[in-house]
C-alpha cells in the first residue's frame, strides 16, 4: 500500500493548532479498496485561522519579486523529479491510476508547469507602458500593473490530483498571491505531499497551505479569499460562482466536458483510431477532455469501427503494479461507477450495442469499468450528450462533415474537440466551427500540455482560462496608472472657468478628429 510517509495531519498547515470538525476522512485506493491514509475534514473555523495565515504572509511572498519566487518555483521543479517515484505512489494510492497516467499526465505536467510559470510570470505581469491616442494624456506616463490579489482560494477534483488540484496553485504563487488549496476529499494526499515539497524548497510558512475536507470546507474556503479558481463539475460550479456572486470577487471555473472527436473519410485511420483509443482510454476516461463521442463518415466508418475494435480489445485493465502493467486503471469516485453503468444501460435500452466491455470489475477489491465500445448509438442516449468520466467510447456513423459539425456542437459542454483529416486546411476551418475551448487537428487533447495556449471551456464547460497570459493575470488586480510629469501646465485646457472660445475650438478639434469617418490611426 503506498502511503504518504508523514501522516497528513503533521504536515497541513493549522495555525494554533486549529479545530477541525471531527471525524477524520479516510482516503481510499480505489485499485485495491485499502486506506491509503487519512486527513482532517476542516470546518469553517480552521479555515479562517488558515485564511488569516495566508494572509499574513503574503506581503512578504510578494516582496520576493520576480526573481526570487522563481528561485523557490524551480526549486520546487527539482524536488519533484528527486520525489518522483513517492509523488507517483501517492497519486496512484488515491486514484488507482496506471503508473504512466500519474507519470506523463501528472508529473510531466507539473514539473514543466513549475519552469513555465517561473520563466514566464515576469512577461505576463510585469508593468506595461501603454501608448495612447487620447490628446488629454500627451506627454503622460500610462502604466498597466498587474498586481497579486492577495490570497487564491483553488478546489480541485479528484481525477488528477496534481495537474488540476494543485496546478492552478503555481501561477497563483509565481504572482505573489498566497494560496489555500481546498483538494477532493478523495484526493488529498497529493496536495498535502506537494505542501511538503513547497517547503523544503524554501516557501515562506503560510504561503501554501491545504485545507483538506468536503464540500463544506470549499464552500468556507469561498468566504475568506480574494479569488475563487475552481476546477470540478457543472453543478458544483455553479454553486462557487453564485458563492463568489455573493462576495462580489471574481472566480474562474474549469468544468466538464463532452468532447466530440469527428473523423472524416480522408483521415489516417490508424492514426485517428489509436488517438480514439488513447484519449477515451488514458486516466480511464476520468478527464475533463476525454474523447467522449466519435463522429465518423459513412464511407470510413467500417474500417475505423474495425481498428478501434481490434486495438480495445488489447486493452488491460486492474490495479497498476509498476510501469507497463495495466493500460486501464480504476474509477476513482464511487459514485462515477454508477454514473457509467447508468449512460451505458440507458444507451442499450434504446438500442446500442457494445462490441468490448459493458461492464463493471471488482477485482481484488477494487473497482474498475471495462473498456467499452459502443455502436448504434445517438442523441436520445445519455452516453451521447451528458458527461459519462468513464472508459467508455461510442461512435456514431455520420453523412458528411456537415452532420459531424452539427451534432458536435449539439452539446450544452464546449471544452475540447478534435477533426480528423488529411486535409488540414478543411480540419482547421471545421475545428473554427465547433464551438469549444480548444479543438486539434489530427491530435487530441494535446493542446492541454501547450502552458502557451489558453485552456478554458466554453458554455457550460466554464468560466475564463488556465495557462498562457490570461491564466496568470486572473490572479491579479489590474490597475491603470497615470503618471503627469512635474513640468505639467498649471490648468489643463478643458477646465473651469468654461470659455465660449475654447470650447468652439475644442468642437472643431473633436470633427476633425472623428467627423471624417476614415483613417483608423495606429493608438486608435
Ligand atoms: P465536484 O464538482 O464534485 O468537486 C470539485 C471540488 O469541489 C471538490 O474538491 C469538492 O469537494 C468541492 N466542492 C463540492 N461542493 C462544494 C461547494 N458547495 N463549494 C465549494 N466546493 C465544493 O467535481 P469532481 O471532483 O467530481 O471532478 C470531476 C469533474 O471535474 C468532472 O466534471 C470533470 O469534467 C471536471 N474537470 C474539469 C477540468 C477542466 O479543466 N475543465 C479538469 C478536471 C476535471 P469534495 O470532493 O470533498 O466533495
Not at 491603470?480 to 470659455?499: N, Q
Request: hydrophobic share 40%.
Amino acid at each position: 500500500m503506498a502511503t504518504v510517509e508523514q501522516h497528513p495531519a503533521d504536515i497541513l498547515t493549522t495555525p494554533n493548532g486549529a479545530a477541525h470538525a471531527g471525524a477524520d476522512i479516510a482516503v481510499e485506493n480505489p485499485a485495491t479498496g485499502e486506506i491509503a491514509g487519512t486527513v482532517p475534514d476542516l470546518d469553517a473555523a480552521a479555515v479562517a485561522e488558515m485564511a488569516r495565515t495566508g494572509r499574513d504572509a503574503q506581503p512578504q511572498w510578494e516582496a520576493f519579486g520576480f526573481e526570487a519566487r522563481a528561485q523557490v518555483l524551480m526549486r520546487a521543479q527539482k524536488w519533484l523529479m528527486d520525489n518522483q517515484e513517492r509523488m507517483i505512489q501517492t497519486i496512484i494510492s488515491e486514484t488507482g491510476k496506471t503508473y504512466e497516467d500519474a507519470e506523463f499526465a501528472e508529473i510531466g505536467y507539473a514539473a514543466n508547469a513549475f519552469g513555465f510559470w517561473a520563466k514566464n510570470a515576469p512577461r505576463y505581469l510585469e508593468d506595461e507602458r501603454v501608448r495612447s491616442s487620447q490628446l488629454l494624456v500627451k506627454g503622460k506616463k500610462l502604466i498597466l500593473r498587474h498586481r497579486p490579489l492577495g490570497l487564491i482560494g483553488v478546489i480541485g477534483p479528484w481525477n488528477y490530483p496534481l495537474t488540476n488540484s494543485f496546478g492552478d496553485c503555481i501561477p497563483a504563487l509565481a504572482a505573489g498571491n498566497s494560496v489555500i488549496l481546498k483538494p477532493s476529499e478523495v484526493t488529498p494526499l497529493t496536495s498535502l505531499l506537494m505542501a511538503e515539497g513547497l517547503r523544503e524548497s524554501g516557501l515562506p510558512e503560510g504561503v501554501f497551505q491545504v485545507a483538506t475536507g468536503r464540500g463544506e470546507t470549499g464552500a468556507a474556503l469561498i468566504e475568506h479569499v480574494d479569488m475563487i479558481m475552481f476546477t470540478g463539475s457543472t453543478r458544483t460550479g455553479r454553486k462557487v460562482a453564485e458563492a463568489a456572486a455573493r462576495r462580489l470577487i471574481p472566480c474562474s471555473l474549469e468544468l466538464g466536458g463532452k468532447d466530440p472527436m469527428i473523423v472524416l473519410s480522408d483521415a489516417d485511420l490508424e492514426r485517428a483510431a489509436n488517438m480514439a483509443v488513447y484519449y477515451s482510454m488514458q486516466n480511464a476516461g476520468q478527464t475533463c477532455i476525454s474523447i467522449e463521442r466519435v463522429y465518423v463518415e459513412a464511407p470510413a466508418y467500417d474500417e475505423f469501427l474495425g481498428k478501434v475494435t481490434e486495438k480495445m480489445r488489447a486493452l488491460r485493465v486492474g490495479a497498476p503494479h509498476g510501469p507497463g502493467s495495466v493500460e486501464v486503471g480504476a474509477i476513482t469516485f464511487p459514485p462515477q461507477l454508477a454514473t457509467i453503468e447508468d449512460h451505458v444501460k440507458d444507451a442499450l435500452d434504446k438500442g446500442a450495442r457494445t462490441l468490448t466491455g459493458g461492464h463493471a470489475r471488482h477485482d481484488g477489491g477494487g473497482r474498475f469499468y471495462e473498456p467499452t465500445l459502443l455502436v448504434d448509438v445517438d442523441h436520445t442516449m445519455k452516453i451521447m450528450t451528458e458527461e459519462t468520466f468513464g472508459p467508455t467510447l461510442p461512435i456514431m456513423k455520420v453523412a458528411d462533415a456537415e452532420e459531424a459539425v452539427r451534432l458536435a456542437n449539439d452539446s450544452p459542454y464546449g471544452l475540447g474537440a478534435s477533426v480528423f483529416t488529411r486535409d488540414t486546411a478543411r480540419g482547421e476551418e471545421i475545428a473554427k466551427r465547433i464551438h469549444a475551448g480548444a479543438a486539434n487537428v489530427n491530435d487530441a487533447l494535446i493542446n492541454y500540455t501547450v502552458l502557451e495556449l489558453p485552456m478554458g471551456g466554453a458554455k457550460a464547460s466554464g468560466l475564463g482560462s488556465r495557462h498562457a497570459a490570461g491564466g496568470i493575470r486572473k490572479f491579479c488586480a489590474q490597475q491603470a496608472i497615470v503618471i503627469t510629469p512635474r513640468l505639467a501646465l498649471k490648468r489643463e485646457v478643458h477646465m473651469f472657468p468654461y470659455k465660449a472660445k475654447t470650447t468652439r475650438m475644442l468642437s472643431r478639434f473633436f470633427k476633425f478628429m472623428y467627423g471624417r469617418g476614415k483613417g483608423i490611426s495606429k493608438e486608435s
